[in-house]
């Protein structure tokens, strides 16, 4: 039998209509199991098949559930419900912000790279797969957990491109999630579109948290020029920086699960930290 630490539920049957299969992976900590009459926060992951233990992902993966395990430990976080969902082969297009690519510089950043031809069919794939985990993913988790389902106590986090659409995630749903998590965040793949999409959408300051990280190396020191206009913008609109959001830089680390894997202890205590940050 597995530990504790490794054990999934797996769901095959939470499949979004217009997109290719996916799997759903659900992991509790150990105090859903010692505290049955506690309910608990969700933490939303995007490219679950990375995001656990060499048990479950290749390549020795983020190790959430062991941060997360360790954290509570030492009483830093209360530990939240880690829902993983996987990726397919159109990874790209299902986090790209669709909304972004009608802002200025959003489709032109498109169109210079080389996945240039985006019909409309891959522009929605990112709204399909947010209505997705909105509409039928958090419904059965709410449903089959003892789970907080309110904002406050919902989070997203991902990587790359996965950063990118949960920062979307928030400013299309603000009264679904409530706390977000970037990793190392592909802003240049569309740009300046993204800012502007930001600019008029961003919620109002005060009832969510925002996390920011990015690299130096690989892809990661594409990042700094467009976090800087990011963070600009947050301030200009009233975000309480050390509050409402952070942004740290790892000079030295690269564009891979082992650097976000190293860090991940810091975004988990900024989400679900058990005092302020």
């Given at each position: 039998?597995?530990?504790?630490?490794?054990?999934?539920?797996?769901?095959?049957?939470?499949?979004?209509?217009?997109?290719?299969?996916?799997?759903?992976?659900?992991?509790?900590?150990?105090?859903?199991?010692?505290?049955?009459?506690?309910?608990?926060?969700?933490?939303?992951?995007?490219?679950?098949?990375?995001?656990?233990?060499?048990?479950?992902?290749?390549?020795?993966?983020?190790?959430?559930?062991?941060?997360?395990t360790s954290l509570a430990d030492q009483h830093k976080i209360s530990p939240p419900i880690v829902v993983g969902m996987t990726s397919t082969l159109n990874r790209h297009y299902e986090y790209l912000p669709e909304k972004a690519l009608?802002?200025?510089?959003?489709?032109?950043?498109?169109?210079?790279?080389?996945?240039?031809?985006?019909?409309?069919?891959?522009?929605?794939?990112?709204?399909?797969?947010?209505?997705?985990?909105?509409?039928?993913?958090?419904?059965?988790?709410?449903?089959?957990?003892?789970?907080?389902?309110?904002?406050?106590?919902?989070?997203?986090?991902?990587?790359?491109?996965?950063?990118?659409?949960?920062?979307?995630?928030?400013?299309?749903?603000?009264?679904?999630?409530?706390?977000?998590?970037?990793?190392?965040?592909?802003?240049?793949?569309?740009?300046?579109?993204?800012?502007?999409?930001?600019?008029?959408?961003?919620?109002?300051?005060?009832?969510?948290?925002?996390?920011?990280?990015?690299?130096?190396?690989?892809?990661?020191?594409?990042?700094?020029?467009?976090?800087?206009?990011?963070?600009?913008?947050?301030?200009?609109?009233?975000?309480?920086?050390?509050?409402?959001?952070?942004?740290?830089?790892?000079?030295?680390?690269?564009?891979?699960?082992?650097?976000?894997?190293?860090?991940?202890?810091?975004?988990?205590?900024?989400?679900?930290?058990?005092?302020?940050?």
């Amino acid at each position: 039998m597995k530990n504790h630490e490794t054990k999934l539920d797996t769901y095959r049957d939470l499949n979004v209509p217009g997109l290719l299969r996916r799997r759903v992976d659900v992991w509790l900590p150990k105090e859903y199991e010692t505290h049955p009459d506690q309910r608990f926060p969700v933490l939303y992951m995007h490219d679950g098949q990375m995001i656990f233990d060499s048990t479950h992902a290749s390549s020795g993966g983020w190790k959430v559930n062991q941060a997360i395990t360790s954290l509570a430990d030492q009483h830093k976080i209360s530990p939240p419900i880690v829902v993983g969902m996987t990726s397919t082969l159109n990874r790209h297009y299902e986090y790209l912000p669709e909304k972004a690519l009608d802002y200025p510089g959003g489709l032109d950043t498109i169109k210079a790279s080389k996945e240039g031809g985006l019909d409309q069919e891959k522009r929605e794939m990112s709204t399909l797969l947010i209505e997705w985990i909105v509409r039928k993913v958090k419904p059965e988790i709410d449903q089959r957990y003892r789970t907080l389902p309110d904002a406050e106590n919902t989070a997203v986090m991902g990587s790359s491109l996965g950063g990118l659409l949960s920062l979307y995630m928030l400013c299309e749903y603000p009264q679904v999630f409530g706390k977000v998590a970037c990793l190392s965040t592909h802003w240049p793949v569309v740009g300046d579109g993204m800012i502007g999409y930001l600019d008029e959408n961003l919620p109002k300051p005060g009832n969510h948290k925002l996390y920011f990280d990015y690299g130096s190396v690989g892809l990661d020191s594409e990042y700094a020029p467009w976090q800087a206009k990011v963070d600009a913008l947050l301030r200009e609109k009233g975000w309480r920086e050390g509050k409402d959001f952070v942004s740290w830089s790892f000079p030295g680390e690269d564009h891979t699960a082992t650097a976000w894997a190293n860090r991940l202890h810091i975004p988990l205590t900024f989400l679900f930290g058990t005092i302020d940050y």
